[in-house]
């Protein structure tokens, strides 16, 4: 069976090439894609947030460093899909007449 192991200075680049993909995605992306982008990102963000709760249980409770990493992507990864829920409701009053409301 194959296995495939990430090292710490590969996590690194991953890390560093994603946000320069990520900036430059989002410097180009015209307005009107911003939502579906967005909505692409709060999916994301609910994996991210799934495979760190995995990761936090399956965690050495001598290991401080990956408890830090799984509970700070957690706390990033609700930030962002409770701010993306947010947006999306404000955005969609926007859209309703005041005869709706």
Partial sequence: ???????DIDGIYVVIFSLFIGIE????????IHTPLMSGANAISGI?????IIQLMRVNPDDYMQILAAALAIVLATINITGGFF???RMLTMFTTAKNK
């Fill in 48 to 52: 991210i947030l799934l495979g760190a």
């Fill in 87 to 89: 947006v999306t409701h």
């Fill in 1 to 7: 069976m194959n296995q495939f192991f990430i090292t």
């Fill in 25 to 32: 995605v989002i410097k180009n992306v015209p307005a009107i």
